[in-house]
């Protein structure tokens, strides 16, 4: 079965910093990788999503990820953190029957 | 734009109640799944439906229940709520084909007391 191993519950960078969250898969077939982001009571919004044409995905809001697949890694990135990347973010790995498993999360903060 | 609606965004119930949560998406998509969220557990699959009347169990489908009577419509049922139950359960949808990805409503927050 697919897993994914989120490193780091909280992620805390100043405004303007580098972000980068960290997310690793296992998976016995090459994947399709996910970002979601999480703002506060609300519902995931798809962040971006790797599917083997390009190993670095741009995303929404300024985000990146890099699928390594030597290192089973798909670490997402932002160059400088705004004060609204405050939320909660989750890795994903897909399954079959279009099933997601989902990390367990990161939550970044920002500070000014 | 794929729209995914939940019935309600908080509920409070009490333990032995029958609880139903509805989700209903827009897209025509086939697949729709029943999360729920806890901290530091992340989200864990209750059910999921891949066509209309058919469901299979996900990790934790203890307690629930599930309804997919049309292509749009997929409702959670807790038969008796119990206070364990109480977490945030998320709807989502997916299509047949493409890559997988999901695409979510906005939760709702259930406390059973």
């Known amino acids: 079965a697919q897993s994914v191993t989120q490193l780091g519950s909280h992620v805390s960078v100043s405004e303007g910093a580098l972000v980068l969250l960290r997310c690793n898969y296992s998976?016995?077939?090459?994947?399709?990788l996910f970002w979601y982001v999480q703002y506060p009571n609300q519902g995931l919004q798809l962040l971006l999503k790797y599917t083997s044409a390009a190993t670095l995905v741009k995303g929404i809001n300024g985000f990146e990820a890099e699928f390594k697949k030597s290192e089973t890694s798909f670490h997402l990135t932002k160059p400088s953190a705004h004060m609204s990347d405050a939320a909660e973010y989750f890795c994903?790995?897909?399954?079959?029957?279009?099933?997601?498993?989902f990390g367990t999360g990161t939550r970044l903060l920002v500070s000014p | 734009d794929v729209k995914v609606t939940q019935s309600s965004r908080y509920l409070v119930k009490r333990t032995g109640e029958k609880v139903f949560l509805e989700c209903v998406q827009d897209m025509d998509h086939e697949n729709m799944f029943w999360y729920r969220q806890d901290p530091g557990l992340g989200l864990r699959l209750i059910y999921f439906?891949?066509?209309?009347?058919?469901?299979e169990k996900g990790d934790i489908p203890e307690g629930y229940s599930v309804s997919r009577e049309k292509k749009e419509r997929f409702s959670l049922i807790l038969e008796s709520a119990s206070t364990n139950q109480t977490s945030m359960y998320l709807c989502a949808e997916a299509g047949a084909g493409g890559f997988h990805e999901q695409f979510f409503g906005p939760g709702t927050r259930l406390t059973v007391l």
């Open positions: 994903a790995v897909s399954e079959g029957f279009q099933k997601l498993v």
């Open positions: 439906s891949y066509d209309v009347k058919m469901k």
């Open positions: 998976s016995s077939v090459p994947p399709y």
